[in-house]
T-cell receptor, first 116, second 114 residues
Framework: DAGVTQSPTHLIKTRGQQVTLRCSPKSGHDTVSWYQQALGQGPQFIFQYYEEEERQRGNFPDRFSGHQFPNYSSELNVNALLLGDSALYLC???????????????FGPGTRLTVL | AQSVTQPDIHITVSEGASLELRCNYSYGATPYLFWYVQSPGQGLQLLLKYFSGDTLVQGIKGFEAEFKRSQSSFNLRKPSVHWSDAAEYFCAVGPSYNNNDMRFGAGTRLTVKP
C-alpha cells in the first residue's frame, strides 16, 4: 500500500500565477481533505471532497478551489498567488462518512509551495 | 472557539531520557484530542487519540498521553526517547461531529541529543 501520495514535492511560482497540486489517496479511501501548513504553524483545513463534491470548507478565499476525480484522486488549485500562499500543502484521505472524527485521516508528505 | 496551545516551541532531550510535551486546549464541550508526529519529508502520522473512557491513552511508538479535564491538558509522554523520535509534534482538538473543524497547535520541535 503506497499510502497517500502528493505531487509535486516542491514548487516555485511567482505572484499572480496559478498552481495545481495533486493528491492520490490511500488505497480504498474515498474522502480527501486539503490543509495548508504555514511555516512554524499547525495545519489549517482548506476543504474536503467526497463523491466528487466539495463537502466542507474552511476559512479560505475562493482563489482556492479543488476537484475530485472518479478514482478519488484530487487536485487543489490556487489562483492569483500571493506571497502569503507560501506553505506546505497537505492532503489527507479517510474512509467513511465525511467529517466523522473517528474516521482516521492519513496524511501525505505534502507539497512545498514557494511564491516569489 | 476551540484552540490548542503548545507552550514549548522547541525541546531538547538526551537519548534515553524521559519526555513530556505539553498541550493545553480550550473547548466548550467534551473534546476529541489527538497527537500527531511529523518527520521531515513525511506527512503527519497519528500517534494516539482520546475520545472517551480511560484518561490515559496508549499510542504507537511507546507514546502515551493523559487527559486532564481539570487542567484542560493532554500532555504527551515517553519514558525513554530514541534518536528516531526527533521530529515535530502537533496536538489537535476537535468536535465529535466534524473532523474538519480540528484545530492544531503550532507544534513542538523535538531534538534528541546522543
Amino acid at each position: 500500500d503506497a499510502g497517500v501520495t502528493q505531487s509535486p514535492t516542491h514548487l516555485i511560482k511567482t505572484r499572480g500565477q496559478q498552481v495545481t497540486l495533486r493528491c492520490s489517496p490511500k488505497s480504498g479511501h474515498d474522502t480527501v481533505s486539503w490543509y495548508q501548513q504555514a511555516l512554524g504553524q499547525g495545519p489549517q483545513f482548506i476543504f474536503q471532497y467526497y463523491e466528487e463534491e466539495e463537502r466542507q470548507r474552511g476559512n479560505f478565499p475562493d482563489r482556492f478551489s479543488g476537484h475530485q476525480f472518479p478514482n478519488y484522486s484530487s487536485e487543489l488549485n490556487v489562483n492569483a498567488l500571493l506571497l502569503g500562499d507560501s506553505a506546505l500543502y497537505l492532503c489527507a484521505s479517510s474512509l467513511g462518512t465525511p467529517g466523522v472524527i473517528s474516521n482516521e485521516q492519513f496524511f501525505g508528505p505534502g507539497t512545498r509551495l514557494t511564491v516569489l | 472557539a476551540q484552540s490548542v496551545t503548545q507552550p514549548d516551541i522547541h525541546i531538547t532531550v538526551s537519548e534515553g531520557a524521559s519526555l513530556e510535551l505539553r498541550c493545553n486546549y480550550s473547548y466548550g464541550a467534551t473534546p476529541y484530542l489527538f497527537w500527531y508526529v511529523q518527520s521531515p519529508g513525511q506527512g503527519l502520522q497519528l500517534l494516539l487519540k482520546y475520545f472517551s473512557g480511560d484518561t490515559l491513552v496508549q499510542g504507537i511508538k511507546g507514546f502515551e498521553a493523559e487527559f486532564k479535564r481539570s487542567q484542560s491538558s493532554f500532555n504527551l509522554r515517553k519514558p525513554s526517547v530514541h534518536w528516531s523520535d526527533a521530529a515535530e509534534y502537533f496536538c489537535a482538538v476537535g468536535p465529535s461531529y466534524n473532523n474538519n473543524d480540528m484545530r492544531f497547535g503550532a507544534g513542538t520541535r523535538l531534538t534528541v541529543k546522543p
